[in-house]
């Protein structure tokens, strides 16, 4: 007969928050993580030789906390770099569910909860979601959430999929989902590889689900944001919709075709 704990993919999880140039964010995100889920979540930050000192930082809270590690890289090399290294991090050891999450206060630990139960329920990429019902955007001025809200819908439109937002950056992945991923053909422009981490689980058949986050501005340090962003990012969705797009229509034009094709031959008899 069974006995003893039933076991939950989110009791092995890996929270990844990238850095670069947080001195004053890393040790406020570490210590609300630490506070919220004290058991079941390890840390890895990904700092790229921040010129502020970020990564010194993150090696005195590691030698101090068993649950924290880091990963130093030689330069600043982009998010979706980082978030790629963390990744292989992870799935170098035995985690079953990798988060993302930023330094700068944005995505709150105390509601990582939210995500891991639904891939405890069975969810293979659960994005915390400004634009489902519940979700919040804080601190925003109206140009940027409007950008954000009209970019989403612009890319719901493009790719389908059904989600609302796929730019978000707070997220959970379940490891089987991250295995099946070929994590160097990411495309890095701007933040667009979080769109196409997301279509491509959505393409793959996982299940994909958002809960409702409170997002909230950054108080402290700067963005790192380039300005031409949306542009590129708009630029790459709308060719990936093309072709996506593309390809339904010849699949459907091929179900058709066969469709009469075997109807005619039935009729005469072939
Ligand atoms: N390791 C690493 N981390 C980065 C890099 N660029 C940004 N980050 C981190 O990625 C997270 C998100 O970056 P932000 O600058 O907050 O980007 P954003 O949230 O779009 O911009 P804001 O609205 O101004 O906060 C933060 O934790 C950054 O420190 C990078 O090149 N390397
Ligand atoms: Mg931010």
Known sequence: MATGHSTHPSDR??????????????????????????????????????????????????????????????????LCGAYVAGFRWGLDRDYQVLCEMDA??????????RLLSQIDGGSDLVIGSRY????????????????????????????????????????????????????????????IFQVDLAFRAVEGGFAVDEVPITFTEREIGESKLAGSFVKDSLMVVTAWGIRHRAAQVSTLAGAFWRLGRDSVRQKIGR
């Open 132 to 191: 489902v019902p519940g979700g919040k955007v804080v601190n925003w001025p109206w140009n940027r959430w409007f950008l954000s809200k009209a970019g989403n819908i612009y890319i719901s439109i493009a790719l389908g999929g059904g989600l609302s937002d796929m730019t978000a950056g707070y997220r959970a992945y379940r490891r089987s989902l991250v295995e099946s991923l070929d994590l160097d053909e990411l495309s890095n422009a701007g933040y």
């Open 104 to 113: 700068d206060g944005s995505h709150a630990p105390e509601q990582l909860d």
């Open 13 to 78: 999880t890996l929270v990844i928050i990238p850095t670069y140039e947080e001195l004053e964010n890393l040790p406020l995100i570490v210590g609300r993580l630490r506070a919220a889920e004290p058991e079941r979540v390890d840390i890895l930050i990904v700092d790229d030789n921040s010129p502020d000192g970020t990564g010194q930082l993150a090696d005195e809270l590691a030698a101090a906390d068993g649950h924290i590690n880091v990963l130093h890289r030689k330069g600043k090399g982009g």
